[in-house]
């Protein structure tokens, strides 16, 4: 970076943290819940805009997951009740790994651009910032799902019964969204480590495994035409893991992000 950027990206971060701030200059009363809904549209809108124009995120993982599949899906025995028993399998190894991916690059532009600290000084955005980065992470790993699922079923040559549908929805949502809260409180406790990407994996996956283990189970008892009772029951476990995740998870990021 050229020394004759430095300039302007500080004035950047200056304005984006004075409208952050600023009640009056996104028209809601100060401290109200409208107040931190504008912050995170804001952080929201910043990470989109600057992905639609680049669009380096979105085209790395849908690349990385669908050569992840096709790898699998070819190494893989074309055999029927093969296919059922490692179909949930190759679905959550994509899954996470296009998830670590997108996840490492959480705060790669706050970092760059020095806009971080400018952030943290705000009072309350903490929590902002953490909704707005796990509603992002979110986002492209659904875009990553939409892709993924589909894909895996129709090359491995599994069916889904219609009355099975809304459970494998219901275990693919509560896994992703577990998964991406851990996340992305533990990329933010490893922003300013010049290696994260070689340590976000060795941290992230001993905690999120038993989650991923339940999301694996619950998938296969989809595809396999079990009954959908033991399904749920992984699906309800899921759920409860997210809210624990959910609570823990923005009171640790507050703590965490402000000692960057």
């Known amino acids: 970076m050229s020394d004759s950027t430095q300039p302007v990206r500080r004035r950047r971060a ?5 409208i952050l701030q600023s009640p009056a200059a996104i028209g809601v009363a100060p401290g109200g819940f ?3 809904v504008k912050q995170v549209g804001l952080l929201v809108y910043k990470d989109a805009l600057t992905e639609l124009r680049t669009r380096d995120t979105v085209t790395t993982l849908l690349f990385f997951a669908l050569l992840m599949v096709v790898i699998f899906v070819f190494s893989l025995s074309a055999d029927e009740r093969v296919a059922q028993q490692v179909a949930s399998g190759v679905l959550w190894i994509a899954i996470a790994f296009a998830g670590t991916l997108a996840i490492d690059r959480s705060f790669t532009r706050e970092q760059e651009g020095n806009t971080l600290t400018a952030l943290v000084l705000i009072p309350g955005v903490t929590r ?3 909704v707005a980065k796990t509603l992002l992470n979110l986002f492209y790993l659904t875009l990553v799902e939409l ?4 894909l895996t079923l129709t090359m491995l040559g599994v069916s889904v019964p219609d009355d099975a549908m809304l459970c494998l929805l219901g275990a693919l949502a509560t896994g992703t969204i577990g998964f991406v809260i851990i996340g992305t409180v533990i990329s933010a406790m490893l922003v300013a480590i010049r290696r994260r990407g070689v340590l976000l994996p060795i941290v992230l996956y001993p905690i999120a495994i038993p989650l991923l283990v339940m ?7 989809v595809l396999e035409n ?5 399904g749920w029951s992984w699906v309800k476990i899921m759920a409860a893991i997210d809210v624990v995740y959910l609570f823990g998870g923005a009171w640790l990021f507050g703590l965490v992000i402000e000692e960057e």
């Open 14 to 18: 200056r304005g984006a943290a004075e």
């Open 34 to 36: 409208s107040l931190r």
């Open 128 to 130: 902002a910032l953490f």
């Open 147 to 150: 892709l993924v699922v589909p």
């Open 215 to 221: 999301g694996v189970e619950a998938t296969s008892i």
């Open 226 to 230: 079990q009954p959908l009772e033991q």
